[in-house]
């Protein structure tokens, strides 16, 4: 099935801003994180659809996972 990635802040050094790829029925969106060598205490928020998501989430065909790191400051 197809999905779009993006991600946001540093998360796109060295990576992409966007990208479609395809991927196996039943994978979550920690497979995702994992495999973009994002370490999973560095993610903020995760979002399906600009819902909330988890790691234990699964995508579905089409849909749109953002990834966006911690955010700190004062």
């Known amino acids: ?3 779009t990635i993006k991600l ?3 998360f796109r050094d060295s990576r992409f801003k966007a990208e479609n790829r395809e991927i196996p029925d039943g994978t979550t969106v920690g497979e995702i994180v994992d495999s973009l060598g994002i370490d999973r205490e560095e ?3 995760l979002m399906i659809n600009s819902r909330h998501a988890a790691f234990d989430s699964v995508l579905e065909e ?3 996972l953002a990834i966006f790191p911690m955010i700190g400051g004062g």
């Open 43 to 45: 993610v903020g928020v």
């Open 62 to 64: 089409n849909c749109m």
């Open 1 to 3: 099935m197809r999905v």
């Open 8 to 10: 946001f802040a540093y």
